[in-house]
């Protein structure tokens, strides 16, 4: 690493062009119309890129013009980055056009200089602002594909030297890595894995790595993430001076599950744009078998209105988890160790299940590589692969395990509620600091505004009433739930962890999703969005949660399907988006 120049300070001047909606506006309005075929960075000239297993040109260079790089570095450094909120809105449009761009381009780089601006000295940080500032990628290698991703069991050790380091071993997947001028290494500094202190961050600069000590392979494109540049690097014994600890010697591993709270929520919450455009793109092609299209309409419309409307809710339920966790980065941190892993664990179950459940809309269309439909296969490609990541859902199940009994002996039915400002997407909040991160805190106070916000419900109405139960049954869920933890042995750490600590967990997230629904729900009573204030979306979420925790689910009235079809069609036609945001887009 070299001494930085001096940064620029850009401060926080809060204008109308630097307000989230207005750059999630430019970011839309530079992006373009997707389905216009002569758009330089529509699908058709994303799919031409996926076919070649290259990122688009013309995408990233658009990407700088906006000045993406400029949203990963904090406000304090020059750049824009203050809350994860709203990084997660300005990104939010670059995935749903295409998963590998927003991650090749975009959040690679911030999650290698996340660890920077959390862990670096004022020099590093200074230096890592510099390079996003002027346009450069980052990346971050701690993957161990060997061991599932369990990066305590690090491949590449760091023998410690007067003054220096000596680095040994190899990562088999780094995204970025062929043009990357910093790199994030995870490495190990104590001879046996798993002790106190066994591992750290180096903060390196490639280019000044010699080339026989230090060596990058590309890998074979995959099926998903066709047009991310995944290689591995391969070091031996190169000698890196000391100055490029991130953070003190042997704090890798506490400062790794800080940041992956970060990371896994805002990837996570992230990927599900790119089911906003299947959920879009399914519509598109019901559309045009109706009344208005050239086909003969579905064979079984109600059917395909159901398959429409589960999809719709599946994404709302899911964002209203990703973005209750995505707003706890500022509000609740304390806390977010919990919310990140349940957000990074509902990814699969939900979001790959609707994405199939959409391909039977689609048919045989589902195999069509080109054109507007031809988006859908290759989402259906990408998002599964984002569910593995740097923490699949193992890694995220074994942060809330050893969670589970301190929150079932004083938080669950004793914490208070959580803010009403955590459940209302945009509102203004205080500035994300790393600070209040903690590796865990025995409280959870979402799921005590599931039991606030049950008690409450009276059941005025068929759809009220049916709200009302099914919130009910979420309680029961979690009392339920508290039992069966408080009945298990307390954990071993020299013992296997039993399987019934992992189905616990499961329905655990499912619990969370629900509080975070109602959470939703009850706090935008009277806001901008009348849908979020409807019961409909609220109650038909809970009976999907409910039917996945495998429990009789109180009767959903015919009306609540009706309800969401009708939002699902009035977005589609208002060109708007499907989440909690509900933005307007480009066509």
């Known amino acids: 690493m070299v001494n930085p120049a001096p940064v620029a300070r850009g401060g926080s001047t809060d204008t109308a062009e630097d307000a989230p909606a207005a750059r999630v506006a430019r970011i839309e309005e530079l992006l373009g119309d997707p389905e216009d075929r002569t758009n330089p960075v529509g699908h058709r000239a994303l799919l031409q890129a996926d076919l070649r297993a290259a990122l688009s040109v013309e995408a990233e260079g658009l990407l700088d013009t906006f000045g993406m790089s400029h949203e990963f570095v904090p406000t304090r450094l020059g750049g824009r980055f203050d809350s994860a909120e709203t990084l997660l809105r300005v990104m939010r449009p670059v995935f749903r056009r295409d998963v590998g761009l927003g991650a090749g381009y975009g959040m690679t780089t911030f999650m290698a200089a996340s660890d920077v601006w959390m862990l670096g000295d004022g020099a590093q940080q200074e230096w890592m602002a510099r390079l996003l500032l002027d346009g450069s990628k980052a990346a971050i290698a701690q993957h161990e594909t060997a061991h599932t991703n369990d990066f305590v069991r690090s491949q590449v050790r760091a023998e410690v030297l007067p003054g220096a380091l000596s680095v040994t071993g190899g990562k088999p997947v780094v995204n970025n890595l ?87 929520t805002l990837m996570a919450s992230l990927v599900s744009a790119a089911v906003d455009t299947a959920l879009r793109t399914a519509v598109r092609v019901d559309r045009s078998h109706g009344p208005g299209g050239t086909g003969s309409g579905p064979v079984d419309p109600q059917h395909t209105a159901g398959i429409l409307a589960g999809a719709f809710v599946n994404l709302l339920l899911y964002d209203c988890l990703a973005v209750v966790a995505t707003r706890a980065l500022h509000l609740l941190p304390a806390e977010t160790s919990v919310y990140s892993s349940a957000v990074k664990l509902l990814l699969p179950r939900v979001l790959n299940d609707t994405m199939y459940d959409l391909a039977s809309v689609l048919g045989a269309q589902i195999y069509t590589r080109e054109g507007p439909v031809g988006i859908f296969q290759k989402h259906l490609r990408d998002v599964p692969v984002v569910s593995l990541g740097h923490a699949g859902s193992v890694a995220c199940q074994a942060t809330v ?20 400002g955590l459940f209302r997407p945009g509102e203004p909040m205080p500035p994300f600091s790393y600070d209040g991160l903690a590796l865990a805190c025995g409280r959870d106070s979402v799921s005590a505004t599931l039991l606030e916000v049950a008690a409450t419900l009276t059941g005025a109405g068929p759809v009220q009433r049916a709200l009302r139960d099914l919130a009910g049954q979420m309680t029961a869920e979690l009392h339920e739930l508290r039992g069966r933890v408080l009945a298990l042995p307390p954990l071993d750490p020299g013992a296997p962890v039993s399987p019934a600590w992992f189905a616990l967990t499961d329905r655990y997230v499912l619990v969370l999703a629900a ?73």
Do not use: K
């Open 401 to 420: 395990i050893p969670q589970l009994r301190p929150l079932a002996e004083a938080s669950w039915f004793m914490d208070s509620p959580a803010p009403a």
């Open 515 to 587: 509080a975070a629904v109602l959470g939703v729900w009850w706090h935008n009573q009277g806001g901008d969005d009348p849908f979020l204030a409807d019961p409909a979306w609220a109650a038909t979420a809970l009976h999907r949660i409910a039917g996945r925790l495998g429990t009789p689910a109180a009767e959903l009235p015919p009306e609540c399907i009706a309800r969401v079809h009708q939002e699902v069609l009035a977005r589609y036609g208002d060109r708007r988006s499907f989440d909690l945001y509900n933005t307007p887009i480009p066509g």
């Open 178 to 264: 062929h043009r990357a001028d910093a790199l994030v290494l995870f490495c190990r500094t104590a001879p046996r894995p798993g002790t106190t202190g066994s591992h750290s961050a180096l903060l390196l600069d490639p280019h000044t790595l010699p080339p026989d000590r230090y060596r990058v392979t590309r890998r074979p494109p995959a099926l998903g993430l066709r047009n991310c540049y995944f290689a591995g690097v391969q070091l031996q014994g190169c000698v890196v001076p000391d100055n490029t600890l991130l953070g003190p010697l042997g704090s890798g591993v506490p400062a790794a599950l800080r940041s992956f709270q970060v990371s896994r």
